[in-house]
């Protein structure tokens, strides 16, 4: 007799349907103000369906393969660097070094030529006085 007790309280579970339909269309409205609640004249409200209640009906919609149009949008992922900055900074200086010190004959040129630039139009500005 127990044992057909137990049969039968079993097959009542393995034919549960969670009504996510039912639950759905109730609470329409409410998932569409947002996940965890809204703001309604200056006050935060929360939403009228709990958070686990709300998590049991997204996982049943989605288990029936249907799509969940609830969720906000998901954000950019963050692109903040592992390491300590100092590191990286000193990197970024041996390289911009490295590509200056291919440059430098041509600066040391440049100065070159405006300094003796400049020491000539000093020696006209004396020549003419």
Known sequence: MAGKAAQSVAKTVGEYQYPWKEK?????DEL??????????????????????????????LLAGQDWPYD???????????????DR???EKRAN????????PEMLLD??????????????SKKTF
């Open 32 to 61: 569409s103000k947002g996940v965890w609640g809204y703001w309604h004249l200056g006050a935060w409200k929360q939403l009228g369906i709990s958070a686990r209640h709300r998590a049991r009906l997204r996982k049943e919609v």
């Open 89 to 91: 900074i000193s990197a």
């Open 24 to 28: 759905l269309a109730k609470y329409k």
């Open 72 to 86: 906000p949008e998901r954000k950019e992922m963050r692109t903040k660097r592992k390491g300590h900055k100092c």
């Open 97 to 104: 070094t490295a590509e200056l010190m291919k440059k430098m």
């Open 111 to 124: 100065y070159k030529k405006r300094r003796w630039e400049k020491k000539m139009k000093e020696e006209d």
